[in-house]
């Protein structure tokens, strides 16, 4: 007998088109590797924006925390199995979540360290949210994989929080941002590139670029499927 | 008090783009028109379409509703308040499903009627799969709302469930398929056109001409919509 499929619990919202993203992810993903089984039950908890963004830039980071677990508890609910977040910045106060819920919330960082030694990558230029970057998620969560994470100086940052929060996150997309941030890799000494906040793909992917790319989205993508699917 | 809002169930993957398409109008609409409220939960029940199919094409509609009754039931053990089905053919068995069903099932033709009323459209061409057009879905739900539902000749059905069997229920989009379409509504008397199978969205719009477009999948979502939060 098959084992039963776990019922996926998604944290969403943040922003809105990337969460869409995960669900296509995760509907490609399950017909190439899983089109045998039924695909898993999904629920989106999809977040109020303002008030996480309100916490996140006044740095309040307990009531932040109170918030995501209030609406994890939605998904308790509903029965879902574990919750995967859709978002990396989140992830700045995992342990307290993972404190908080009775279910598993798989981490982000579980699968993207895996696919920097399936890479082999040394050194990787971190693009991402200036909240992901000034936590040191990365660092911490990705060093037995990854020898050097690369932080783009402060101008670079700037552009990028202002390219995610004020055009990623309401919906807005241009064309030119492929090259922009192609021009911002290229000034970089790096093995690798991770896109390390989850809006990043919708505008850039690895077709854009020779250097390897890890899609933070997609390897959460692949990791809820499979976790999903795992008997245990 | 605010009433309870209702956790929406979404049977689909038939195909997999238009249940996408549906969660991005629920989003897109909760920010349009429900903003200051939280987003429901929504849970997404996959079908397997492979089996959907092999009933639909071999014309067996009893263990097609059986197994649809049998995913909605996975929706109703997650909480779901109600549940739309992200597609039109399957309302060939709705009454059925309803008789199994614990909870409400939305009608894709609630709502898509009054849009006739509103658009006041007198004879409207029916775009869907051939299986909607024998089985006079349309016909018979928005009798009371149009005067004439006008079918494609035999040619350019068959062009139509091509395009949606072959082409759009697996993913492909061609840029050519929007002047097909145009052309084939050229063809016939109508004061406007209805989009009565979900994947055609996905190719054709508003956007591509000047003949007033009913898109069977948007009134749905927004009829989903405005349901989750109805007070009762």
Redesign the interface.
């Given at each position: 007998m098959q084992s039963k499929i776990k019922?996926i619990g998604i944290l969403g919202?943040m922003g809105?088109s990337s969460?869409?993203l995960m669900?296509?992810y995760l509907?490609e993903m399950?017909?190439h590797n899983y089109k045998s089984r039924?695909?898993p039950?999904?629920?989106?908890?999809?977040v109020?924006i303002k008030k996480v963004f309100e916490y996140q830039f006044a740095g309040q980071w307990k009531p932040y925390a109170d918030y995501l677990s209030e609406c994890i508890i939605?998904?308790e609910?509903?029965?879902c199995d574990f919750v995967s977040i859709a978002a990396v910045t989140p992830h700045i106060v995992y342990d307290s979540l993972c404190e908080k819920a009775k279910i598993p919330l798989l981490n982000i960082f579980a699968n993207t360290a895996h696919e920097f030694e399936k890479k082999k990558i040394d050194s990787v230029l971190l693009l991402a949210t200036s909240f992901t970057a000034k936590a040191g998620l990365f660092e911490r969560n990705i060093k037995k994989s990854v020898k050097k994470v690369i932080l783009p100086n402060k101008k670079d940052q700037e552009f990028l929080d202002s390219l995610i929060y004020r055009s990623l996150a309401v919906g807005e997309k241009k064309e030119s941002y492929k090259n922009e941030i192609s021009r911002l890799i290229g000034k970089y000494d790096c093995d690798g590139v991770v896109l390390g906040c989850t809006d990043l793909p919708l505008v850039f992917s690895q077709k854009d670029t020779s250097i390897p790319v890890i899609d933070t989205l997609r390897c959460h993508a692949s990791a809820t499927l499979r976790y999903s699917y795992r008997s245990e």
């Open positions: 019922h919202g809105m969460t869409i669900q296509k509907f399950h017909r039924p695909l039950l999904v629920t989106y908890y999809i109020d939605k998904l609910k509903s029965k």
